[in-house]
């Protein structure tokens, strides 16, 4: 069962970092909201599975244990793909500008 899906948005603004930029859209999504969904359908939170979807300019370079350190409890599931904005740095030298969107999808069970 399909309870709810939360979308956030981060960014590494001076290292050009991908995962950076992931984990702080993640954190983005989840601390922006106060549902307790395993508690409102009497589940336990251990139960809870995460649709994780994350879209950076270069998905390669994300590392996926920094990710699942960012969910306090569940069990993240994540699908890293090409996306969010890579904007050039402003005097031509130096890392981009890394933009990350994210989703996360909580359900319960198997049929995510």
Known sequence: MRVLTEYGMGTSLRRGDQTEAAARGLRD???RNSIRAAEVFGRNRSEMRLAVKVGVPAPEGVDLAALRAVFPYGTPDFD???GGLSVPHPTGDGEALIMAAVSITVSFGKDT
């Open 80 to 82: 890293v793909v090409e």
């Open 29 to 31: 999504a989840l601390w």
